[in-house]
């Protein structure tokens, strides 16, 4: 069964602090993957996304992401957090077929420290 | 733009009670989901629309789930009767297309449910 894990449940880190996500998947196909942040009181919103091409995405906000095949990775990046990256953040991925559902990692809780 | 748009934002009810939610996806979006979040846990699918067709519905829990989309436009996903582990928020979301670069799904803000 297709899968997502999203190693780190919760990140504490000071502002200007680099960050890094994790993100794997599992399944045998080609895929989609997405990147989607929910701010405290809104809701969830599309950060990056990945369909083919260059590896590395750039996303809103000065994040980006890089699609490491090899590894079923799609790690999330930013190079100095700020107080208002504070969210929740979650990996996504859908096959490019049927009904293109997405399968959600748990998401990870980021909260910058000012 | 209007975005996704979903009623009640909070329900609160009791065991064995009827509660349904609406969404209002993106004008012109034939693709609308269903999601749920238990807490604690990830996002997890219910079922599509195309127009008001359902496309797949593997993810609705039981028959106590019943999920319509009258004309193509709003759904209403009813649950009846409520159990406990029916609390969550439930996220609706939108897409234009399948396929290629508007497969981007756009999310309601959710309602949370909790069942007492």
């Known amino acids: 069964a297709q899968s997502v894990s999203q190693h780190n449940h919760h990140v504490i880190l000071s502002e200007a602090a680099s960050l890094e996500l994790g993100c794997n998947y599992s399944?045998?196909?080609?895929?989609?993957l997405f990147w989607y942040v929910q701010y405290p009181g809104q809701h969830l919103q599309l950060l990056l996304k990945y369909f083919s091409g260059d590896p590395l995405v750039k996303g809103i906000k000065g994040f980006e992401a890089e699609f490491i095949k090899s590894k079923f990775s799609f790690n999330l990046r930013k190079p100095s957090v700020q107080w208002s990256d504070t969210a929740e953040y979650f990996c996504a991925v859908n096959a490019p077929s049927g009904t293109y559902k997405y399968i959600f990692g748990t998401g990870t809780r980021l909260k910058v420290l000012a | 733009e209007a975005g996704v748009t979903q009623f009640p934002s909070h329900s609160v009810i009791e065991k064995g009670q009827t509660v349904t939610l609406r969404c209002d996806p993106i004008?012109?979006?034939?693709?609308l989901y269903w999601y749920r979040r238990v807490m604690g846990k990830e996002i997890k699918f219910l079922l599509h629309f195309v127009k008001e067709s359902k496309q797949d519905e593997s993810g609705m829990p039981n028959n106590r789930f019943l999920a319509e989309r009258t004309g193509g436009t709003y759904s209403t996903l009813k649950v009846q009767p409520a159990e406990l582990e029916d609390s969550g928020v439930y996220f609706c979301?939108?897409?234009?297309?399948?396929?290629?670069?508007?497969?981007?799904?756009?999310f309601g803000p959710g309602t949370r449910l909790t069942v007492l």
């Open positions: 004008s012109g979006h034939d693709n």
């Open positions: 399944y045998g196909g080609t895929v989609n």
């Open positions: 979301a939108s897409s234009l297309r399948l396929a290629g670069v508007y497969n981007e799904q756009f």
